[in-house]
C-alpha cells in the first residue's frame, strides 16, 4: 500500500479490486462498453480523486474457431442428444454426427 502525508493512495478495498480483475496493465482494447461506474474521494489531492470502472466486452475472441473432431462408435441417441447439448452450451457453433 503507498501512503503520502495527506494520506493513502490506494485504498485496500481498490487493492483488492486491482489484485482480483487486473491480470496486466497497457492501453484500454477496444470494447462494447455495457456500463461505466465512478467513485469519488472524499480528500483532496493535487490530482482528481476518484476511480472509474468500465465493464464490457473485447472481440478477443470473435475470430477464433477451434474444430474438434473424434470418432464415436457406441453411443445411444440420447447420449447423442445429451452430447449435443452440453456442446451447444459450452458456445459450439456447429456439430455433426455423421452416418457411417
Known sequence: MKYCKNGELCTPTGAALLTHFVSDFGDLPVI????IG???G?????VANCVRVLLGETSD???TVTEL???IDDMTPEEVGFATQQLFKAYALYISFPLL
Open 32 to 35: 462494447k462498453t455495457e456500463k
Open 38 to 40: 465512478y467513485g469519488m
Open 42 to 46: 472524499k480528500k483532496d489531492f493535487e
Open 61 to 63: 475472441y470473435e475470430d
Open 69 to 71: 473432431t473424434c470418432n
